[in-house]
């Protein structure tokens, strides 16, 4: 495969279930990254990772807990989430995070539904 | 805080003809970056095009221009000849040079339709 690919592509979840998205990047990068796109609203930076070092958390709530293993791998671990987090969230990754801004690769996403 | 603005949620054009997309951003810094995303029905967002505020030249390709105006805090994008394929969610991005290193800000979106 080639690219950034996401899995699952759509997840039905309850609020009180524990479930976990997967991005994995085929591009050699070492940066990688979580965003959230709700309907109407600015696409979201959650987490950014860059080495396997988190750069940068967005005040995001802790029923979100990221997980960067190595370059090529980034979850999003889910548990006790709320019916307002639904919304597609989006893996993307680029070279490195660094003062001169590379080119962020993005993945299809995961549209997830919590019910 | 930074701030991206598109004020058009929807715009539609004829094939083979011309389209500007609006955006403008709200910065106190001098050096950053700009970007449009494409996000065509399918949800890969793929970068269309990149402009660096150091530079006065506006960034070009193919078939996609855009009119960087630093003073006026606006960057618009222009589509000629415009294709069925460039149907689309377009997102205006901004990214701090130096600052929190790949934050890209983005603004809403403008949904592109394509009339054959």
């Known amino acids: 495969e080639t690219g950034v690919t996401q899995t699952p592509r759509h997840l039905v979840m309850g609020m009180t279930n524990k479930k976990s998205l997967k991005c994995e990047q085929h591009?050699?990068?070492?940066?990688m990254y979580w965003y959230k796109q709700s309907a109407k609203k600015p696409l979201e930076l959650m987490f950014v990772?860059?080495?396997?070092?988190?750069?940068e958390n967005n005040s995001v709530p802790s029923r979100f807990s990221p997980e960067c293993p190595n370059s090529s791998h980034l979850f999003l671990h889910l548990h006790t989430l709320q019916p307002e987090d639904s919304a597609l969230y989006l893996c993307?990754?680029?070279?490195?995070?660094?003062?001169?801004?590379?080119?962020?690769?993005f993945g299809p996403g995961t549209r997830l539904t919590v019910t | 805080a930074q701030t991206v603005t598109q004020s058009q949620p929807e715009m539609s054009v004829q094939e083979a003809e011309t389209v500007t997309l609006s955006c403008t951003y709200d910065?106190?810094?001098?050096?950053?970056?700009l970007f449009w995303y494409k996000q065509p029905p399918s949800r890969q967002m793929i970068l269309v095009i990149r402009?660096?505020?150091?530079?006065?030249q506006n960034a070009t390709e193919n078939r996609f221009s855009v009119n960087f105006q630093k003073a006026a805090k606006s960057f618009s994008l222009k589509i000629s000849d415009s294709q069925l394929g460039d149907a689309a969610m377009y997102f205006c991005?901004?990214?701090?040079?130096?600052?929190?290193?790949?934050?890209?800000?983005f603004g809403k979106g403008t949904k592109l339709s394509v009339k054959p």
């Open positions: 990772y860059n080495f396997k070092e988190q750069t």
């Open positions: 402009q660096e505020a150091y530079k006065q």
């Open positions: 993307a990754s680029s070279q490195s995070v660094a003062e001169s801004s590379y080119e962020q690769y």
């Open positions: 910065t106190s810094e001098s050096d950053y970056y």
């Open positions: 591009l050699g990068h070492n940066a």
């Open positions: 991005a901004y990214e701090d040079y130096g600052g929190s290193q790949g934050n890209l800000i």
